[in-house]
């Protein structure tokens, strides 16, 4: 199995900022309040690559089915993302709240260690199944047909963005729009979903 460090990249820069307004961001944040921001980060991100896994798996699996309808799927997901992300960005930063105090009810206590770390792992392992980010992780690991560049991308971007919840969260919460974010994060999915049908058209 070869990886190609460009699409990683591409796959990194998909994955940022569709994920970024995401409830990811703010549960890591607000497990960050109760756990030390290290051992929260190191169980977030072992429950992303454990997810992440599974999305790349699944992705390349639908891989292996007729080129045409698996391009119709993929492109049919990035569609879905662009629709949820668009509709969801005039409530962002309602909602923002809303999650925030969602996740606070389901942190335990104070915790150090490897303690803190399963806590954080259970937090995000539980929430973030089915999450859009997953949809597209599998959808990307279906259209390059490249599950280990994609999976090592969408990796890194969500540990990335885990990390910066867990040391800069309410700071950044501060001085950007989520609702800015999710419009750009749909606007990715739609140019995705164009892009995609049109190789479908042409194949």
């Known amino acids: 199995m070869t990886f190609s460090l460009v699409t990683a ?6 994955i940022f900022p569709v994920e970024l307004p995401d409830k990811t961001f703010i ?9 030390r921001p290290l051992m929260v980060w190191i169980g977030v991100t072992a429950a992303f690559a454990v997810q992440t896994l599974v999305a790349v798996t699944l992705g390349g699996l639908v891989a292996q089915l007729p080129h045409r309808p698996v ?3 993929a492109a049919a997901m990035f569609l879905l993302g662009a629709v949820l992300l668009f509709r969801g960005s005039g409530q962002a930063d309602a909602e923002e709240a809303e999650v925030e105090e969602e996740f606070e009810a389901k942190v335990a206590g104070p915790a150090t260690g490897f303690r803190a770390i399963g806590a954080s792992f259970l937090v995000l392992f539980l929430a973030e199944w089915g ?9 990307l690991a279906a259209r390059y047909q490249d599950p280990l560049s994609v999976g090592v991308g969408a990796f890194l971007a969500l540990a ?9 969260g309410r700071q950044l919460l501060k001085r950007m729009r989520l609702a800015t974010i999710r419009r750009v994060g749909a606007s990715v999915c739609l140019l995705l979903a164009l892009l995609t049908l049109v190789e479908l058209v042409r194949g």
């Open 9 to 14: 990249a591409i796959v990194f820069g998909l």
């Open 71 to 73: 391009q119709a799927v």
């Open 160 to 168: 990335t963005i885990s990390a910066l919840g867990a040391a800069l």
């Open 27 to 35: 549960a890591t944040l607000v497990l960050a309040t109760r756990y």
């Open 131 to 139: 999450d859009l980010s997953q949809l597209l992780t599998a959808s």
